[in-house]
């Protein structure tokens, strides 16, 4: 994964070090007869390329323009943004449109003109806000994945300053646009890891290198330890949940257990848990073939956790974290666990099988009390748990469920500054019902209709009374084709947004 180098200064716009300028505008800029943005010359020919209706302004908009030899850069970028409804998502966006100009460029270095408006902060965010949004729209959009293929589209862009157009710059805005860039680099870096893990083809991603991956990543990090539970130790420990799930491949679970200590003096544990199937096949109860193959992203969940660890890793914040991944393949063998089977989960509860491609919400019932075994207070599980999340919101918006409001709306805002939609699920008694059994305390799948809230309700039946929050990424962690920010395949969803969450208390 290469990575962007981030700069902020004064410098001379037209610097010969740079082969991109990027101005942002809006509607209202362009009705100013006599600004000056970039170059007279070429800010004129802006205008007349917005007097034919060929730019707008708006946002997500961007027009290149070659510069001709009037500046050293070879083009200038115009990209549109509305500063009268400034957001972090604008500025993200902004971002976002000209790193795709640039792209298509094929440029090296861009430097990035900032508005007067952006560069004092705003009413909606911080300078240092400001700067981790910009510093996000460029290093999530210029993500490339990697392939199998000889031959792979290269990234381009290796470099972008931020100048700011203000005639002079204060030594507190400066250090907080610099707090600001590192905050939004490492975020950024977390979730183009976690993209890289999701698009990994399952056969160079199964449990064990998972759990290599995990100790290789997040091992060296100071105040971390990473734990890893074979499946020898999950069967001591009972963990029926995910040794169920696992027996039917020829790669056995494993258990990933990552602590995180930032705060000694507090007692709070935050603790996370991400769905890690490396692939499913649905197991007995296979799913149908087409679009099987994009089950390597079922383990999208746990690439989103151990990239916010990897964040508490480079940032170092005064939060305690224990963080899980149980992972395992669901595979149909002569092994494979069964419908009809009774298994028994790690707290002891029974839970009878229905379906056996219902498998995240065992493994992630094991996770949350492995969690809560070794202090977590409060919980957030993210997972690829069912298609049901993707007939009622599609792959817009992460389905969430919970037992606390206030975690719930801690998540939501978290969400927002990430700009990360999340929708919340009903939580209603008579969805818990659906999991009632004649055979066992469960069954592990109830009724197609309400089917998200259901399957959420099964793993909320084991937080043991601690705030929990469930997040089904099921509709959110892969996509078709690119959008924003976020590329076709694995998106790395929610690890910003679990970030954020963390990072504020």
């Known amino acids: 994964m290469a990575t962007i180098q981030f700069t902020y200064g004064v410098q001379d716009r037209g610097a010969a070090d740079y082969d991109v300028i990027v101005a942002f505008l809006d509607r209202e800029d362009l009705q100013q007869a006599d600004a000056e943005w970039v170059h007279p010359q070429l800010d004129a020919a802006l205008r007349a390329h917005a007097a034919k209706g060929l730019f707008k302004a708006d946002a997500k908009e961007a027009l290149a323009l070659p510069t001709l030899g009037l500046l050293p850069a070879s083009h200038v970028i115009y990209a549109g943004i509305t500063h009268k409804n400034d957001t972090l998502g604008s500025l993200r966006d902004a971002a976002s449109s000209a790193a795709k100009a640039a792209g298509k ?37 210029l993500y490339k994945r990697k392939a199998a293929k000889k031959e792979q589209a290269a990234q381009t862009v290796r470099a972008v300053s931020f100048v700011p157009t203000l005639a002079a710059v204060g030594d507190e805005a400066a250090s907080q ?54 499946e020898f130790t999950a069967a001591e420990q009972g963990m029926g949940g995910l040794m169920a799930v696992g027996q039917g491949s020829a790669h056995p679970p494993r258990m990933i257990v990552i602590h995180y200590r930032g705060d000694e003096e507090n007692d709070t544990v935050w603790g996370l848990v991400g769905k890690g199937i490396t692939f499913d096949t649905g197991g007995i109860s296979l799913k ?10 079922d383990m999208g969940g746990a690439a989103a956790v151990l990239g916010v660890m990897r964040i508490l890793g480079e940032l170092k914040p005064k939060v305690n974290v224990v963080a899980v ?23 002891g509860t029974t839970v009878e099988i229905t379906n056996t491609d219902a498998e995240g919400r065992l493994v992630l019932a094991d996770g949350v009390t492995t969690a809560i075994r070794r202090g977590a207070t409060k919980l957030v599980d993210v997972a690829t748990l069912t298609g049901a999340v993707l007939v009622a919101l599609g ?77 089904d990424i099921a509709g959110t962690a892969w996509l078709e084709r690119e959008r924003r920010w976020e590329p076709k395949g694995g998106t790395g969803v929610m690890v910003r947004t679990l970030a954020e969450l963390l990072l504020r208390g």
């Open 288 to 297: 149908r073939a087409p679009g099987m193959e994009e089950m390597i992203s």
């Open 105 to 141: 460029l094929k440029a090296t270095a861009v430097q990035q003109l900032i508005p007067a408006a952006v560069s004092a902060g705003a009413s909606t965010y911080t300078i240092a806000q400001a700067a981790q949004a910009l510093t996000e729209g460029y290093a999530l959009t």
């Open 325 to 347: 991944v149980p992972s395992a393949e669901n595979m149909p063998s002569d092994r494979a666990f069964k419908p009809g089977d009774v298994i028994t989960m790690m707290n």
């Open 395 to 471: 792959d817009v918006a992460t389905g969430a469920i919970g037992n606390d409001d206030q975690l719930m709306q801690d998540v939501i805002l978290a969400s927002k500054h990430a700009d990360e939609r999340i929708w919340p699920m009903p939580n209603y008694p008579e969805f818990r019902k659906q999991l009632d059994s004649d055979q066992a305390d469960m069954r592990n799948k109830g009724s197609q209709y309400g089917a998200a809230s259901i399957a959420g309700l099964f793993i909320g039946a084991f937080a043991e009374e601690r705030p929990w929050v469930h997040l």
């Open 177 to 230: 646009w610099e707090a600001g860039m590192e905050r939004g680099r490492a975020f950024a870096e977390a979730v183009n890891y976690a993209r890289d893990l999701t698009n990994m083809p399952g056969n160079k991603l199964y449990p064990e290198l998972l759990a290599m991956e995990a100790e290789d990543t997040l091992g060296h990090y100071e105040d971390m330890e990473v734990e890893v539970l074979d």
